[in-house]
């Protein structure tokens, strides 16, 4: 079964420090990786999301960076703050289907101390 | 800002018994999705509707999960019966076309134990 594999499990950061949370995929035949963000009791929400045609995009402090050789994708957070801590997940369309679905990674709890 | 309602928030059965659970998605997406979220991994899809039919139930648990969107807005999952392993956030997501470049928007979700 399609896996995407994401790591750390956990991650503990001081205010001002860089997260980096990275995934790695299997064969898809739609280039896009959404990241989602989820606060406790809380839904997912999309945080960033990057269709490769470029190997790096940025919204504010939140950058995905994209190797497609490697099959391999991250999340950098820079200057962490308190109110980034979160599970993240990201996420890669499942294999050939071209339905929107999605397959999720085990997540990655952050947590950003003052 | 629209969002994807869901309810119950909180559901707590025992085995055996039925369950259900009611999402409202954004008004004008056509397409709705069911996840279960066991604690501590990431959502795995159980169904996908585009519009009032389903396009993927290919991890649904048939024997005891049904679901439906009978006239494409609202839908219902159910499970009968619940078993302790369908502890876990059932979660409701819709988006306005069923490609893999729309966004996804979550709702709250439903945290269902069963004892």
Redo the contacts between chains.
Sequence with gaps: QQQ?K?SPQSLIVQKGGISIINCAYENTA?D?F?W?QQFP??????LI?I?PDVSEKKEGRFTISFNKSAKQFSLHIMDSQPGDSATY?C?A??GS???????????TTLQVKP | EAEVAQSPRYKITEKSQAVAFWCDPISGHATLYWYRQILGQGPELLVQFQDESVVDDSQLPKDRFSAERLKGVDSTLKIQPAELGDSAMYLCASSFGGSPYNEQFFGPGTRLTVL
């Design positions: 995407v994401q739609f896009y959404p989602y009791g809380k839904g997912p929400a999309l999301a269709r997940f996420a369309p499942w289907s071209n339905t929107g679905k999605l397959i999720f990674g085990q997540g």
